[in-house]
């Protein structure tokens, strides 16, 4: 294919990644204000997405687009260009079908063999925040697992049962989040790398699908993540890093921030967590201070604060309702992170082999950025070290009871820019090689046959990761399988016998509260009417259990009603 054909190509993704933005910035931003006005409705939530993607569309991505020149085959010649092409256009090929290994077990979650058990936060707090915001249409209750979090990620699931009614297809949204992540990565190292876009692509398709390498492999973690229900860590890293692709770092003449894209990604990562909150601070006050505003102030700058502040409408809702940030039971995992353990002794005795990469490369970042033939800069240097701090004192990023296993989910978006520089210090003698090799049309031939043979070979070698697995359903129904009881599972028990009640779970997942229909609550701003608990002792309950008739017990537990409800 021509040069040519390939810039509309790229065009046509670059038009998706900007839509992919402005729908779930439109969604998240519509069910967070409509859930703080406590009229979270399928026609309100529809009007406002399709009204404000509207104008975002036609105020800004109307006439987006942006320059991928520097990634053209200039400068050689007409067999260099040619063999360019041929190993270029195999890397998008490659990328496809390699792409297969991530979004398939991604749609057909739950029935996927990468996740047997439904992920413990998921569970606890993710799908119930989202199903309470769906059922109650208020955004307002803080008496539920982590109620007085961000509710980004939770009010798009929220979102899709209005369509769906069901919790599987969650994966809709999940496969949105993981090809915004793969698109704004890629798009960022494509202004750091000369190389051929499809080959970019590849390699950073190839690194999320590289945890089989676990022999120090800085990105093992990220083979994980695309599978795992529960992608607020997966959803605030591709935000973040989409909104580095609109502020240009990198050592050029000087060029402007697109201050619309920045505002969009920065509500976008607000809305789901603050983890994000030092790392956009740096790039808004270095696209302040060092670049170019070309259109009055009120054109394009207010606007993207604007659209940046609307992110972080559940910051109003909390001190309103809480009369400060979050709860003190939140305050307290912030005792959890690697910054809070770095006194910790047991630490130093087993430090990851990857965190001392993400430091080693720090450093050989900062000595770059002062060397004139590289495409890096002081500001590359000083984004890395801090979104480097930014994982370092992120809450729960370290148990204090295991200090030497790091929560690797909180870093994903270091682990992202660690990849782009990663590639940009290498670029010139990964380009210088490239060039060699394409002047010898064997070379070119045998290059591209080793690449090809790798990944059709690695792709066979996963291919277990894309058959259904109905029997893996069974992780949304009945987990903790009890044999030789009444019910397979106790939760079967509630979900058969328990209707339209407060039902509060104790020692699993709140999730499990709801019945079929969703008729059932986990809200703790009322009595519960239903109490289920699993692997713990009666005599070991905060409550008097004396107030409660057991309805149901087996080896894994029991549910008590509550004695002053109506019998059934």
């Keep these: 294919m021509s040069k040519i054909n390939e810039g509309i190509i790229l065009k046509g993704i670059w038009k998706t990644f900007i839509w992919f933005l402005i729908i779930l910035y439109s969604i998240i931003v519509s069910s967070t204000l409509l859930g703080i006005l406590s009229i979270f409705r399928l026609e309100y939530v529809v009007i406002f997405s399709i009204l404000i993607s509207a104008i975002l569309y036609m105020y800004w991505g109307k006439d987006l687009s942006t320059d991928f020149s520097h990634n053209s085959s200039k400068n050689l010649n007409s067999v260099q260009t040619?063999?360019?092409?041929?190993i270029n256009w195999m890397g998008y090929g490659l990328s496809v079908l390699l792409l297969l290994l991530i979004l398939v077990p991604i749609m057909n979650w739950p029935m996927s063999i990468m996740e047997k058990t439904l992920n413990w936060d998921a569970g606890l707090y993710h799908i119930p925040k989202a199903v309470e915001l769906w059922l109650t249409g208020s955004a307002w209750d803080f008496t539920i697992s982590y109620g007085d979090y961000p509710l980004g990620y939770e009010s798009l699931l929220s979102f899709t049962l209005f369509f769906t009614k069901n919790i599987g297809q969650f994966s809709i949204a999940h496969l949105v989040i993981i090809l915004l992540a793969i698109l704004g990565t890629w798009f960022l190292t494509m202004q750091y790398s000369k190389l051929p876009p499809g080959i970019i692509l590849l390699g950073i398709i190839f690194l999320i699908l590289s945890g089989f390498l676990p022999v120090f492999n800085p990105w093992y973690f990220l083979h994980f993540v695309p599978y795992a229900i529960g992608k607020n860590d997966l959803f605030l890293a591709a935000a973040t890093v989409s909104a580095m692709v609109f502020v240009p770092l990198q050592k050029k003449e000087r060029k402007k921030t697109d201050w619309i894209g920045l505002g969009i990604s920065s509500g976008l990562a607000i809305s789901i967590k603050p983890n994000c909150a030092l790392i956009l601070l740096f790039l808004w006050i270095y696209a302040l201070l060092f670049t170019d505003i070309e259109k009055p102030f009120k054109r394009t700058l207010l606007p993207g604060m604007i659209l940046a502040s609307l992110g972080g409408g559940w910051i109003i809702r909390n001190l309103i309702g809480l009369n400060q940030l979050f709860l003190p039971s939140s305050y307290r995992i912030a005792e959890w992170s690697i910054w809070s353990n770095l006194n910790n002794p047991e630490f130093y005795l087993h430090i990851p082999k990857e965190l001392v990469f993400s430091l080693l490369l720090s450093l050989i970042l900062i000595i770059f950025g002062f060397v004139k033939k590289t495409q890096l800069s002081i500001a590359d240097a000083l984004l890395f070290v801090i979104t480097l701090i930014s994982f370092i004192i992120t809450p729960a990023s370290l148990n204090p009871n295991d200090p030497t296993a790091i929560a690797w989910r909180f870093g994903l978006s270091m682990l992202l820019l660690q990849f782009v520089y990663f590639v940009a210090v290498l670029?010139?003698?990964?380009?210088?090689?490239?060039?060699?090799?394409?002047?010898?049309?064997?070379?070119?031939?045998?290059?591209?046959?080793?690449?090809?043979?790798?990944?059709?070979?690695?792709?066979?070698?996963?291919?277990?990761?894309?058959?259904?697995?109905?029997?893996?359903?069974?992780?949304?129904?009945?987990?903790?399988?009890?044999?030789?009881?009444?019910?397979?599972?106790?939760?079967?028990?509630?979900?058969?016998?328990?209707?339209?009640?407060?039902?509060?779970?104790?020692?699993?997942?709140?999730?499990?509260?709801?019945?079929?229909?969703?008729?059932?609550?986990?809200?703790?701003?009322?009595?519960?009417?239903?109490?289920?608990?699993?692997?713990?002792?009666?005599?070991?309950?905060?409550?008097?259990?004396?107030?409660?008739?057991?309805?149901?017990?087996?080896?894994?537990?029991?549910?008590?009603?509550?004695q002053y409800l109506k019998p059934d």
Aim: a negative charge; zero cysteines.
């Design 82 to 86: 040619k063999n360019y092409s041929i």
């Design 427 to 562: 670029d010139p003698f990964d380009r210088f090689l490239l060039d060699w090799i394409m002047k010898f049309r064997f070379l070119s031939y045998l290059a591209t046959a080793i690449i090809f043979m790798t990944m059709a070979g690695f792709f066979f070698s996963q291919k277990e990761l894309l058959p259904k697995k109905p029997d893996l359903a069974s992780m949304l129904d009945r987990p903790y399988a009890v044999y030789d009881s009444t019910y397979l599972s106790i939760f079967d028990y509630v979900d058969e016998n328990v209707h339209n009640s407060v039902v509060w779970i104790e020692g699993a997942q709140h999730y499990y509260a709801y019945d079929r229909d969703f008729t059932n609550t986990t809200t703790r701003s009322r009595d519960a009417d239903y109490i289920v608990i699993l692997d713990k002792s009666l005599e070991d309950m905060w409550f008097d259990v004396s107030n409660w008739d057991i309805v149901y017990e087996d080896s894994r537990g029991y549910v008590l009603k509550n």
